[in-house]
C-alpha cells in the first residue's frame, strides 16, 4: 500500500536531506548519533527490528532548538555507527498537530513496526496529551485514522489532560502493555499501566508508583523492565525538589526505581531510588531488549538544566550516550558501553608504574579513545589522591580526581573551554572495590562517559576543548600504583 505523506513530512524529509550536506562529519562526534541536522531531544521507538537497530528521537529539523516535534530517524548493524533515515513523523494531523512526542516501538505479528507516542493538539493555553499509533515497514509509517487511541479521559478520576506522555510499549504473555506519564492533582507524577489485546485499543490497569513530591513533580518518558531477578521503572522527573538523598541534586534528573512485581494484580514495590547517571548531560533514557537478551538503554546526553546552542557553531544541537547494557549486581543497576565497541578498537597502550607527582602520558594522547585506569589501592596506601586529566593543552584541561581520605572521585570541567556559568563539577562516592579503583573512560571528541567500578556510577559530561587539546596526563599525591589500557576509537 503506498504511503500518504504529508506535505509537512515530505518538506522535512527534503529539508534534512538537502541541509545534512552542510555538516563534516569532523563536526559530528564518531559513535554518539546527533541530528541529521537542527535539534534532537529523547531518544524514542529503539528497538531491533528486521536485522537492524532503529532509534528514533524528538526532532526539529529546521532550528537548533526546540520546536514542534517531528520524529527523526537512524539505523544501525552495531548500535554504534548510525545511518539517517527520513523522518519518520510530522506533527501534521488533528491528533499531533502540536507535536509528536515521545514513544516506542514495537513489531506486530504481520511483521509491520508500530510507534505509540503522544499526539499534543488543543492550544498552547490548554494543550491536550494523548496516545496515538502509527503503522508502517521501518521507514514510511501511515498514522491511524482513528488517533488519538489512548486520550486522557481514559485515565482515571484526578489526571489532567495537559500531562500524558511517553507511552513504552511491551508484549507479555500475549497481551501488549504500555507505560505512560501521568499527572495527578494530589499524587503529582504518577506512572500509569495500559493493557491491550492489539496495541491499539487500551484500557487503564492501575497506577505501578507516583511521585508524591518526593522525586519531583512530573516524570517523564518511563521504562519499565525485569532484569536479573528485579523489577526496574526508569523515570525521567522534572523539578526535583530537595531530597533526603545526597546523590540526586534539584531539578532534572533520570532515576531507577528497583523493587519487586507481581503481575498477577500488578503492583510494583519501589524497594530503592537511584540517580543513573550523575554526569551534567544524562536524561530521558529509553531501553531495549537485543537479538541475543541484552537490556540496552540509550539517553539523551544532554539536560534541559544545561542545554543552550548559543556557544557551539553547528548545525545541529544535542545528542544520545552511546547505548549500554545494563546488569543489576549486589541490588545495584549497572551500565557498561555496549560490547560492540570493541570491534573498534584500533591501536593499543599499556602502562604499569607506580605514578607520583606529574606523569606526562605522550602515548596516550587523543580525543577518541576508550581508556581505562586501574589504582591498586592496597598497595598505594600513601597515595592521598590520583588525577586524571584528559582533553588538556594549553588553558584546556577535563579533570577526574579521586580523593583517598574522602573516597570521593571529582569530575571537573571547569577548564574544558565553557564560557557558561553552568554546573561544572560532580563529586561522587567511590570506593575501591578488592582494593581496585576502576576507571573507564571513554572519549568521543567532546563526548566523555565515565564508568567507575564496572558501572556501578556513570557520569555523562560535554566539553567544549579544541580539538587540538588532546592531551592525557597523571598525577599522583604519593606513590600510586596503577595500570593503564587504552585503544583509540576508529
Ligand atoms: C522529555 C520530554 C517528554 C516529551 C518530549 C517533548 O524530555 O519533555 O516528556 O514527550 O520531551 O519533546
Redesign the pocket.
Given at each position: 500500500m503506498p504511503y500518504n505523506r504529508s506535505e509537512k513530512l515530505e518538506q522535512a524529509r527534503a529539508y534534512e536531506a538537502r541541509e545534512e550536506k552542510a555538516i563534516a562529519a569532523a563536526d559530528r562526534p564518531r559513535i554518539h548519533l546527533t541530528p541529521r541536522v537542527g535539534w534532537m531531544?529523547?531518544p524514542n521507538g529503539f528497538c531491533c527490528y528486521r536485522d537492524a537497530y532503529h532509534l528514533f528521537y524528538?526532532y526539529y529539523p529546521y532550528e537548533t532548538k526546540?520546536g514542534p516535534?517531528h520524529w527523526g530517524h537512524a539505523v544501525s548493524r552495531d548500535l554504534l555507527h548510525w545511518e539517517y533515515l527520513p523522518c519518520a513523523m510530522a506533527p501534521d494531523t488533528p491528533a499531533d498537530g502540536k507535536?509528536c512526542?515521545?514513544?516506542s516501538a514495537i513489531e506486530l505479528p504481520d511483521g509491520r513496526l508500530e510507534l505509540l507516542y503522544?499526539g499534543v493538539s488543543g492550544t498552547d493555553k490548554e494543550p491536550v496529551q494523548a496516545q496515538c499509533v502509527a503503522i508502517g515497514d521501518g521507514t514510511d509509517f501511515e498514522k491511524l485514522a482513528e488517533n488519538p487511541v489512548l486520550p486522557p479521559d481514559r485515565q482515571p478520576e484526578g489526571f489532567c489532560a495537559a500531562d500524558f506522555?511517553?507511552p513504552k510499549i511491551w508484549r507479555e504473555n500475549g497481551r501488549y502493555y504500555c507505560v505512560a506519564?501521568g499527572r495527578h492533582k494530589d499524587n503529582g507524577g504518577s506512572i500509569e499501566l495500559f493493557e491491550s489485546e492489539d496495541a491499539r485499543h487500551w484500557t487503564f490497569v492501575t497506577v505501578l508508583d507516583a511521585s508524591r513530591d518526593e522525586y519531583g513533580l512530573i516524570w517523564?518518558?518511563p521504562d519499565f523492565f525485569s532484569l536479573d531477578g528485579k523489577q526496574i521503572l526508569l523515570v525521567?522527573p522534572?523539578s526535583i525538589g530537595p531530597t533526603d538523598d545526597p546523590e540526586i541534586r534539584p531539578g532534572y534528573a533520570a532515576l531507577a526505581l528497583m523493587g519487586s512485581y507481581d503481575p498477577q494484580n500488578h503492583r510494583f514495590t519501589r524497594e530503592s531510588v537511584r540517580l543513573l547517571d550523575a554526569g551534567m548531560e544524562f536524561?530521558?533514557p529509553q531501553t531495549t531488549l537485543t537479538p541475543d537478551g541484552r537490556r540496552v538503554m540509550v539517553a539523551?546526553m544532554q539536560s534541559?538544566e544545561t542545554c543552550n546552542d548559543a556557544l557551539r557553531n553547528h548545525r545541529w544541537f544535542g545528542r544520545m550516550t552511546l547505548p549500554r547494557e545494563l546488569s543489576v549486581k549486589n541490588g545495584r543497576l549497572y551500565q557498561q558501553p555496549v560490547r560492540e565497541i570493541e570491534g573498534m578498537w584500533r591501536e593499543e597502550s599499556r602502562l604499569t608504574q607506580t605514578a607520583d607527582g606529574d606523569l606526562p602520558l605522550p602515548a596516550f594522547h587523543g580525543r577518541y579513545q576508550d581508556l581505562t585506569l586501574v589504582l591498586d589501592t592496597e598497595r598505594s596506601p600513601d597515595c592521598k589522591s590520583l588525577t586524571l586529566s584528559f582533553a588538556q593543552g594549553g588553558k584546556y584541561a577535563t579533570r577526574v580526581r579521586w580523593e583517598a581520605d574522602r573516597r570521593e572521585l571529582v569530575f571537573d570541567r571547569s577548564r574544558c573551554g565553557t564560557r557558561r556559568d553552568i554546573p561544572h563539577i560532580r563529586r561522587i562516592p567511590a570506593e575501591p572495590v578488592d582494593g581496585r579503583l576502576t576507571l573507564r573512560l571513554i572519549l568521543d571528541g567532546d563526548c566523555t562517559e565515565l564508568f567507575v567500578n564496572g558501572g556501578e556510577r556513570v557520569i555523562s559530561v560535554l566539553i567544549d576543548t579544541p580539538a587540538e587539546a588532546d592531551g592525557v596526563s597523571l598525577h599522583s599525591d604519593g606513590p600510586a600504583c596503577v595500570e593503564l589500557v587504552r585503544h583509540t576509537l576508529a
Open positions: 531531544n529523547d524528538q526546540w516535534m507535536g512526542f515521545s514513544g503522544t506522555r511517553d506519564a517523564e518518558c525521567s522534572q536524561y530521558a539523551w534541559w
